[in-house]
């Protein structure tokens, strides 16, 4: 492995950290005193830390080491979570992402984060706080550097579980590791030695500690008694493996080895106690320290407990470059194509061994299909999931509540539409934010409750999925809309008076139409919702507005499931194949010539209670040789789009079948009402129709 991949797997990784760290923040700020949150927090920012200082990037290392400090404390029940801390750990986080941006981007991930060092510098010094919390930090820092003084000292409590240890069968081995003097990254090299270690059993304790390790405070060797089922020898080719690594002794104790070693241990262990409870009792109230002293008696019954040391968990994953999906989707596009060929051939054939060969690899193929299909398949949290973060960040700039609900975010999309989706849904988030919600004075005003809530959710429907973000604000005022619109020269008055609601809505996606009075940094510009709408169309959906005055808005977008591959109806119009997706189908019939109605010079036909309009397709698209006219009975199919229904007029029906979807290419016009095309198992080129132009 060279160290390009090295470095994907960092970025890749790094980013995976970076959002788990949103979101367990995102959590903790609404359970402060979740201590169990904080672990994982500090654990996912350990991680980033040492990933970050083996692949050589300082300043990442460097920063995540501060905000770890500040973890540390928290963690260890020394500080308590407030706003300005969770302020200063976001704009930490920010910058953490800016830096793996520039690594990303080929930089050396360098950004100026004085001001934010110096911030949480600030809270672990206490410099925030009140006097009394100052000289509650001061005690827990005498406190930890008197137990750095005892080295490479066992309490009672790590005594027992070595104990238990041995008696229960594990190996118990005390470690000490050299790294070369040539060594330009000396804690990098330590790291990869606890990452083996780690790996494959547990570290009870170091000498020096892991953190002066990891910020270079050793000169070049450390030691340490570790848990393991693994042989000794082959642990020692592990560390020695390591590049820098200069010696590896691993030592096996027994009960009686392991007590001649502690002995002194345990003392100096005691005296370390005393010092530290003499420091505490200095600041802190009498009650605490007998609470403490209570505790420290209650530590060898915990002992007791059985040592789990199962071995890590293999991992069932694999990261794969998108590219060699796509190259495998281009492939099973090709082999789907000659499959309905052969289909053909031996049917006309009539060979009885072809055809039952050819039904098997046909039911092998659609089994593969659907595995390529789902390879291609990711869950839309992958895009949900930068979200709430943002929308935190949003509110609080405009001194707003609200509360982001995300339901449905394992539903799954194709990727290639994952990757297109994040920014359109930005806008409209934003859009909700801003324009949707009211302030809190106005939201008290209209008897509503002060915190606003935006749903966003996510759910299937045929072979589409709908994404909506729905807000409880003040809704669309259609005639502020219509004003500022004909304003703007979008649109008449008279055009305006003869609009809908659904129509004058659509308005807001005009280019450079924006309802916003103050241009800032959110909203006002006139550019966001014009680019949803022209992204989601490039992506084969729409989007649809509902509204209600006073209550809220509802922004519905219908996407594709996917991009390559769907399931259509093939129908015969003279000469001519089209493909018509299966999806947007509610049924077919054939209708009798007098059974058509025509209203207001359109043709309509009875359907299920209800008259709907009834569209030729040999018309629209001039199509020389079939006239429907001329025929007794019409073959129609109906089509929907949303609430609406439509019925188109075709010749014959070919049957259902799996096609693949090719681009027009870039030399050949839009055409209304045509998405794509498909290649025939005769080697016939078929239209694909898109009836959503259809349905107005």
């Known amino acids: 492995m060279d160290m390009n991949q090295y470095l994907t797997m960092f970025i890749d990784e790094s980013n995976d950290h970076l959002q788990s760290l949103n979101e367990k923040m995102l959590q903790l700020e609404s359970s402060p005193t979740d201590l169990g949150i904080v672990q994982v927090i500090f654990r996912s920012a350990h991680t980033l830390k040492g990933m970050a200082a083996t692949m050589g990037f300082e300043d990442l290392a460097s920063l995540t080491h501060q905000m770890e400090n500040v973890l540390d404390l928290v963690r260890n029940e020394k500080l308590a979570m407030q706003e300005f801390i969770f302020d200063t750990f976001f704009k930490g986080l920010d910058a953490l992402e800016s830096m793996v941006q520039d690594i990303t981007a080929g ?30 930090t001061a005690a827990a820092s005498s406190a930890a550097s008197a137990l750095d003084n005892a080295g490479l000292t066992l309490d009672q409590f790590q005594y027992s579980v070595l104990e238990q240890s041995i008696s229960e069968g594990h190996r118990v081995l005390y470690v000490q590791v050299a790294i070369s003097e040539e060594s330009q990254l000396k804690a990098a090299r330590a790291f990869m030695v606890f990452n083996v270690l780690e790996n494959a059993g547990e570290i009870v304790k170091a000498n020096p500690s892991v953190q002066d390790i990891e910020q270079e405070k050793f000169d070049r060797s450390f030691s340490l008694y570790f848990i393991t089922q693994k042989e000794t020898d082959e642990l020692r080719k592990e560390i020695l493996g390591i590049s820098e690594v200069e010696n590896a002794e691993l030592t096996e104790l027994d009960e009686e080895s392991l007590k001649h070693m502690s002995n002194e241990s345990i003392e100096a262990a005691h005296a370390a106690s005393a010092e530290i409870a003499a420091a505490v009792a200095e600041v802190v109230h009498p009650s605490v320290v007998e609470a403490g002293k209570s505790a420290s008696q209650a530590v060898p019954q915990a002992a007791k407990a059985p040592v789990k040391n199962a071995p890590p968990a293999p991992n069932r994953t694999i990261r794969v470059d998108i590219e060699r999906l796509d190259v495998l989707m281009n492939l099973f596009s090709e082999l789907l194509i000659d499959r309905v060929r052969l289909e053909q051939l031996a049917s006309e054939v009539g060979n009885s061994a072809l055809t039952e060969t050819v039904e098997h690899m046909s039911r092998v193929s659609a089994d593969l299909q659907n595995i390529v299909l789902k390879l291609r398949m990711v869950p ?81 429907s045929g072979n589409n999925v709908f994404i909506e973000i729905e807000d409880d604000g003040a809704g669309i005022n259609r005639e502020k809309v219509l004003r500022n619109a004909i304003n703007k020269g979008i649109l008449t ?43 989601i169309t490039s992506l084969g959906g729409n989007v649809t507005i509902y509204s209600t005055p006073g209550k809220g808005t509802n922004f519905s977008v219908q996407l594709p499931l996917t991009l390559s591959i769907i399931a259509a109806m093939m129908v015969q119009i003279g000469s001519e194949k089209y493909a018509i997706p299966l999806s947007s189908i509610v049924e077919t019939a054939i209708v009798k010539r007098d059974k058509i109605r025509t209203v207001h010079g359109n043709k309509m036909i009875a359907f299920r209670e209800t008259h709907i309009p009834l569209i030729s397709l040999s018309q629209i698209f001039e199509i020389p040789d079939f006239n429907e006219n001329e025929e007794e009975e019409t073959e129609v199919v109906v ?16 049957g259902q079948s799996e096609i693949v979807i090719k681009n027009m290419g870039k030399y050949l016009p839009a055409i209304p009402g045509i998405s794509g095309a498909t290649i025939l198992g005769d080697g016939q080129v078929a239209l694909i129709i898109d009836p959503n132009v259809f349905i107005k």
């Open 107 to 136: 930089g050396e991930g360098k950004a100026d984060v004085t001001s934010i060092v110096a911030a949480l510098q600030s809270i672990v010094n206490g410099d925030f706080q009140s006097s009394t919390a100052k000289q509650e």
């Open 380 to 460: 839309v949290d992958t895009v949900f999931n930068r979200f709430p973060r943002m929308v935190r960040d949003l509110a609080k700039s405009l001194d707003k509540k609200l509360d982001l609900v995300i339901t449905g975010a394992e539903t799954e999309l194709d990727r290639t539409v994952i990757d297109e989706i994040g920014d359109p849904l930005v806008h409209l988030l934003r859009n909700s934010v801003d324009h949707g919600i009211e302030s809190v004075a106005d939201r008290i005003a209209a008897g509503k409750p002060e915190t606003g809530t935006v749903n966003l959710r996510a759910f299937h």
């Open 493 to 535: 008055r008279e055009k305006a008076a003869a609009m809908t609601d659904e129509e004058a809505y659509q308005i807001l996606f005009a280019p450079g139409f924006s309802t916003a009075e103050v241009i800032s940094d959110i909203s006002g510009r006139g550019v966001g919702l014009d680019v949803v709408k022209s992204k």
């Open 639 to 654: 089509i929907r789009k949303g609430e609406k229904l439509a019925a188109v007029s075709v010749q014959d029906f070919l």
